[in-house]
Nanobody, 128 residues
Framework: QAQLVESGGGLVQAGGSLRLSCAASGRTPFTNLAMGWFRQAPGKEREFVAA????????AHADSVKGRFTSSKDNAKNMVYLQMNSLKPEDTAVYYC????????????????????WGQGTQVTVSS
């Protein structure tokens, strides 16, 4: 079991930065979780943003955010982060943290269907 709570969203001007946080709790050790970030804009499907393996040493990012967003996993603090720089209006969405239980090896996971637990989401709005 895992409970996920995101924070750090808000309103920012284009070109600005935000850092999203996701706190994990529950009976499953955090080192048994691979993590991901997804987002969903109004009227659109939820899409992949970033993935981290259970160690946090391997990450991957969607092409649309590569070079601007950085994800990280802190196993000592049971936290994952999404540092978002050079934000654009098209980054406006609800951002979700997700966890995959007992991932085999140091694999990265990209599909919504790969993840077992989700946070409630945090709104990010980028004004032009």
């Amino acid at each position: 079991q895992a409970q996920l709570v995101e924070s750090g969203g808000g309103l920012v001007q284009a070109g600005g930065s935000l850092r999203l946080s996701c706190a994990a709790s529950g009976r499953t050790p955090f080192t048994n979780l691979a993590m991901g970030w997804f987002r969903q804009a109004p009227g659109k499907e939820r899409e992949f943003v970033a993935a981290m393996d259970w160690t946090g040493s391997q990450t991957a990012h969607a092409d649309s955010v590569k070079g601007r967003f950085t994800s990280s996993k802190d196993n000592a603090k049971n936290m994952v982060y999404l540092q978002m720089n050079s934000l654009k209006p098209e980054d406006t969405a609800v951002y979700y943290c997700a966890a995959k239980l007992f991932p085999p090896g140091r694999t990265l996971w990209y599909s919504i269907n790969d993840y077992d637990y989700w946070g409630q989401g945090t709104q990010v709005t980028v004004s032009s």
